[in-house]
């Protein structure tokens, strides 16, 4: 099958292209190259030394003989994006191409409003291209467990039964998000929705957690193939930048308490997640949700863990707790459901069994590329 990975370039859509390219599907990777340039007006860079994408896919090309088709270009231009799917013509389409960091969204009205624009017209786009040309393809759209916000409730995969004056519906589940980056997963996720009902799209809005770990089976064949790992107060995400810190002695960066807790998954079983929902795809006017994460931690949880990992390899790590620049609870209930991908067969890795091989010893490779002004976070949610 051809599949068309959207944000090919990127943290999980590099990952998940070779992993589906090695596993015989027909791989295409769209990308505008735009992370690339909003690092470089940050001034900030990814841990790990990446290649330009010709030169990755070149790599991967002479290494497996598997060809992979690369279009640049930009999802909000539609001239660009019917031409690209005309020419590839996928049967699934794996939307990883979107602004995903929250405090690059609330720096202020420009990134709020880029962020918006470009990640809900890019999908806007998407659905007409699909339903001009492509109504039987299967989006595989990644979406965010912080759409769910935080409520003092279980969260249920997308939808909940609610009984209400004698009456009984089963309704898209209630949306509290933290950040305007996290509202235009929202914005997107009722678009495809509607666009599902009316034209009779197929869609899975895969409500994703958070990404941890740089190594995966094929980005690991060779130095040319790695990752990129975000560590600056930006892009980086907890965990991920929690190794960084400890491997160059600096003390983990817990915001508030440290009572915030999220849904937790290794980048191998993100790939895998996304395998699952091409392979299962959903029906004609359907729009699936899968909550795609395999443990739920608290920040504190992950720093403490860090801490004891960092032991083993003879680090000595250090735990601060710095006010809070981001406006969230910092003790509540949370209890997510998981088990959608995990009845279609995921195997999950778990965190203990990544922090070493998939994180600190990459961490402490690298860790002579680290920018130390690039550590503490500078985006606050007050502003
Ligand atoms: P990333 O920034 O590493 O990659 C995103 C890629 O999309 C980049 O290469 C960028 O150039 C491209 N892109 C952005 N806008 C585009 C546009 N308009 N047209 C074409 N290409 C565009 O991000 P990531 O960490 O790989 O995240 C991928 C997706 O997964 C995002 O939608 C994100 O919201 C979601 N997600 C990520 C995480 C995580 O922890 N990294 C967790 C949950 C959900
Ligand atoms: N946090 C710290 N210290 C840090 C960094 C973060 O305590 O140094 C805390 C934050 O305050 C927050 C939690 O850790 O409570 C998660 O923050 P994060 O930056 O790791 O993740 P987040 O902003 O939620 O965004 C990331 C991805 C995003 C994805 C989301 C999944 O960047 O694309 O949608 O994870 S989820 O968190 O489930 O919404």
Redesign the pocket.
């Known amino acids: 099958m051809k599949v068309l990975v959207i944000g090919g370039d990127g943290y999980c859509g590099w990952a998940t292209a070779l992993y589906l390219s090695n596993r015989g599907y027909e791989v295409g990777i769209l990308d505008s190259l735009v992370r690339r340039y909003w690092d470089m007006q940050l001034g900030v860079d990814t841990l790990t030394p990446i290649l330009p994408i010709q030169e990755r896919i070149q790599c991967w090309q002479a290494l497996t003989g598997k060809t992979i088709d690369l279009f640049v270009g930009d999802i909000t231009d539609y001239d660009f994006l019917i031409k690209s799917l005309r020419a590839f013509e996928p049967g699934a389409i794996v939307h990883f191409g979107e602004q995903?960091?929250?405090?690059y969204s609330m720096i202020d009205r420009e990134h709020a409003v880029l962020t918006q624009v470009n990640n809900v017209v890019g999908t806007l786009n998407l659905l007409y291209a699909m339903k001009e040309d492509f109504p039987d393809c299967h989006l595989v759209k990644l979406g965010?467990?912080?759409e769910y916000g935080t409520p003092n409730i279980d969260i249920e995969e997308g939808y909940i039964t609610i009984e209400h004056n004698g009456r009984k519906d089963t309704l898209p589940y209630p949306k509290q998000p933290g950040?305007f980056?996290?509202l235009s997963?929202v914005h997107d996720s009722h678009n495809i929705h509607f666009a599902c009902r009316i034209w009779g799209l197929r869609a899975t809005d895969l409500n994703?957690?958070?990404v941890y770990g740089v190594l995966t089976e094929e980005t690991g064949m060779d130095e040319r193939l790695i990752n990129r790992l975000d560590y600056d107060g930006v892009f980086?995400?907890?965990l991920n930048?929690?190794c960084i810190q400890a491997a160059i002695g600096h003390p983990l960066?817990?915001?508030g308490k440290?009572g915030?807790t999220?849904?937790f998954l290794d980048i191998r079983d993100t790939v895998r997640c996304i395998e699952i929902a091409i392979a299962n795809p959903a029906e004609a006017g359907e729009f699936r949700v899968f909550n795609q994460?395999t443990e739920m931690f608290s920040?504190g949880d992950l720093a403490r863990k860090v801490q004891e990992a960092g032991k083993s390899l003879g680090l000595k790590v250090e735990i601060h707790h710095l006010e809070?620049p981001?406006v969230?609870k910092e003790e509540h209930y949370f209890n997510a459901k998981n088990t959608k991908l995990i009845d279609l067969g995921l195997h999950p890795h778990y965190l203990s069994d990544a922090l070493l091989d998939s994180l600190l010893n990459f961490a402490i490779k690298y860790k002579d590329r680290v920018n130390q002004n690039e550590i503490l976070?500078k985006v606050t949610w007050r502003r």
């Open positions: 995903r960091s929250a405090p965010t467990m912080g950040s980056y996290h997963k994703q957690g958070v980086g995400t907890a930048r929690f960066t817990v915001y440290g915030q999220r849904g994460f920040v809070n981001r969230e976070p």
